[in-house]
């Protein structure tokens, strides 16, 4: 049985950091694209972050520079270093891992597909 789950969620001061986890079970990182998505209340879920099997790395614009996605694969961990944190970073933040995409763009276009999600962390960022 696959699980995700996420932690290191908090509340931040406007350009604090934060750096989230994900430890998963049941499955072998190294054989999955595995990613970060977020959703704001109001909003629809937004792609962050993807680390693709050859350990390539891809973000969306507004945390490019900001943000590093980074995975163990020896403890199947999946990490969000996020950095320079603004209030529109505010969000429930989640892993998810697929074996049919290999970029955030690609998770994001089957994102209704992924069949691993975990329940997710919040992230607070005030001003």
């Known amino acids: 049985q696959v699980q995700l789950v996420e932690s290191g969620g908090g509340s931040v001061q406007a350009g604090e950091s934060l750096r989230l986890s994900c430890e998963a079970s049941g499955l072998t990182a190294n054989t999955y694209c595995m990613g970060w998505f977020r959703q704001a209340p109001g909003k629809e879920r937004e792609g962050v972050a993807a680390i693709d099997v050859f350990g390539l790395t891809s973000y969306t614009d507004s945390v490019k520079g900001r943000f590093t996605i980074l995975k163990d694969n020896v403890t199947n961990t999946l990490y969000l270093q996020m950095n320079s944190l603004r209030p529109e970073d505010t969000a429930m933040y989640f892993c998810?891992?697929?074996?049919?995409?290999?970029?955030?763009?690609?998770?994001?276009?089957?994102?209704?597909?992924?069949?691993?999600w975990g329940p997710g962390t919040q992230v607070t960022v005030s001003s």
């Open positions: 998810a891992a697929t074996a049919d995409a290999r970029t955030i763009r690609g998770m994001i276009a089957i994102q209704d597909r992924i069949p691993y």
